[in-house]
């Protein structure tokens, strides 16, 4: 449980109260959805949406980010449902993305 702690909540710590950082984040993923839409490239269509699901979610917490900060709400029970699910769905859109990434250029080597 320690090891857990020491690794995710120095992360989880740098959004709370900081929805900007939060829109950072969801930017990073729609610049990697369009950026894969954009170059034409013959990218399975799975880690596409799998990049603007991930990009919609964090800007979804940072309009209740920006709603909490509003409001002051102190104590964030919230934050025990909103962590998990986010980066949950962020760590499987970034390997499904590589892997979109990897195998485009392997088929493209064998061609």
Not at 31 to 44: D, E, H, I, S, W
Not at 54 to 63: K, N, R
Not at 65 to 82: G, H, P, S, T, W
Not at 85 to 101: K, P, Q
Request: hydrophobic share 55%; proline share 4%.
């Amino acid at each position: 449980m320690y090891f857990i702690q020491w690794i995710f909540l120095p992360i989880l710590q740098t959004f709370v109260w900081h929805p900007e950082r939060i829109l950072g984040v969801s930017l990073l993923f729609l610049l990697g959805f369009f950026g894969m839409r954009l170059l034409g490239r013959k990218y399975p269509l799975f880690g596409n949406k799998l990049l603007l699901i991930s990009g919609i979610s964090w800007a979804l917490f940072a309009l209740w980010e920006f709603y909490c900060e509003a409001k002051q709400y102190n104590i964030r029970v919230d934050l025990l449902l909103i962590y998990p699910v986010l980066m949950s769905i962020s760590i499987f859109s970034v390997l499904a993305g590589i892997s979109n990434l990897l195998l485009s250029f392997h088929r493209r080597k064998d061609k």
